[in-house]
């Protein structure tokens, strides 16, 4: 007989697993999908941190000259030279003349002062107006 070295009602801890999976589908479905998603953090977050470690190791190798792309025997930058040169230009300060500019209405735009009502200006200027008038 075939069957005769199975023992009825004894299970295995296999089958006790199966078991308890088909009973509780979180355990079939949620546990992998939460482990892949653990898993997959850590995982990235090393790959990113190896990314900026490359980045950061590549940079420190690299001298400040070639960072900037300048050549080595370049000229300093002095700001007191630079001042004591511009000083020394012919800047012709004298060669502009006063123009007026147009006053154009422009809509929306109030050019005089508004006047608060109960002050001594407005009585003054309405006497103003009045005697205008």
């Known amino acids: 007989m075939v069957f005769a070295n199975k023992s009825y009602g004894v299970a295995s801890p296999a089958d006790r697993f199966a078991q308890t999976i088909k009973k509780r589908p979180v355990l079939y479905f949620g546990m992998p999908f939460l482990l892949t998603v653990v898993v997959g953090s850590f995982a990235l977050s090393e790959l990113t941190a190896t990314k900026y470690n490359v980045h950061d190791n590549r940079t420190k190798a ?13 000229k300093r930058l002095d700001l007191q030279e630079e001042y004591w ?49």
């Not at 690299?62 to 370049?74: C, H, T, V, Y």
Request: no cysteine; proline share 3%.
């Open 62 to 74: 690299m001298s400040k000259e070639e960072g900037l792309k300048l050549s080595k025997n370049r």
């Open 85 to 133: 040169r511009l000083q020394a230009q012919d800047i012709h300060d004298d060669d502009w003349e006063i123009k007026r500019v147009g006053t154009e209405a422009t809509p929306g735009v109030t050019t005089s002062p508004k006047m608060t009502t109960g002050s001594s200006s407005e009585s003054t200027s309405s006497a103003a107006t009045s005697t205008s008038q």
